[in-house]
C-alpha cells in the first residue's frame, strides 16, 4: 500500500481538495486498493475544522465525493509512516523542515513537479479563486497518478 499525504497551510483547502480529488481518480482508476490518502496542515490555526464550504462547492461541482473531517497538523510520525508528503508551495515544505526535520528519505514533493513544473498551487484562502486552484490540483494529482503508475507498477 502507497501512504500519500497532502499538505497545506491550514488543512481546509488546497490539502483536502487534493486528498479527495486523488481518492477519486485512484478509485476511477481500480487502484484505490493500493493507497491510503490523508491530509495535514504545517499550522496549528485551523485544527479541528472541516474543509473549507468553498472547497466542498468546488468538489460538488465536479462530483467528488469527500467526507467530513478535522484538520490537524503533520507530526514527525507522519514523516516515518507516509510513503510520499506532497506539498502544495514553497511556504509549505519550509514550514514542514520545522516539524519532520530534513527531508532524508526524499518524500518530500511539490504537487505541481508531478506535472514537470516548480510552481505553487496558489492558496484560494487568499486569492478567492477556487477555480484555479482546483485546475492546478487535477493537473498535479493526473501527474501523480501517472508517475505512480510508472514507478511503483500500480
Request: proline share 1%; glycine share 6%.
Amino acid at each position: 500500500m502507497i501512504r500519500v499525504l497532502f499538505i497545506c497551510h491550514g488543512n481546509i483547502c488546497r490539502s483536502t481538495m487534493a486528498e479527495f480529488v486523488f481518492k477519486d481518480m485512484a478509485e476511477k482508476a481500480g487502484v484505490a486498493d493500493r493507497f491510503y490518502i490523508d491530509s495535514a496542515a504545517t499550522s496549528r490555526e485551523e485544527i479541528g475544522h472541516d474543509t473549507d464550504p468553498r472547497t466542498k462547492r468546488k468538489l460538488d461541482e465536479n462530483g467528488i465525493k469527500y467526507t467530513k473531517r478535522r484538520a490537524r497538523q503533520i507530526t514527525k510520525k507522519d514523516y516515518e509512516e507516509y510513503d510520499m508528503i506532497i506539498a502544495m508551495d514553497d511556504s509549505n515544505v519550509r514550514d514542514m523542515r520545522w516539524i519532520i526535520g530534513d527531508d532524508t528519505e526524499g518524500k518530500v514533493f511539490k504537487l505541481m513537479h508531478f506535472e514537470g513544473e516548480d510552481r505553487d498551487v496558489a492558496d484560494p484562502w487568499y486569492t478567492g479563486n477556487f477555480d484555479v486552484t482546483y485546475d492546478d490540483v487535477i493537473e498535479g494529482c493526473e501527474g501523480l497518478l501517472e508517475h505512480l503508475k510508472k514507478e511503483r507498477c500500480i
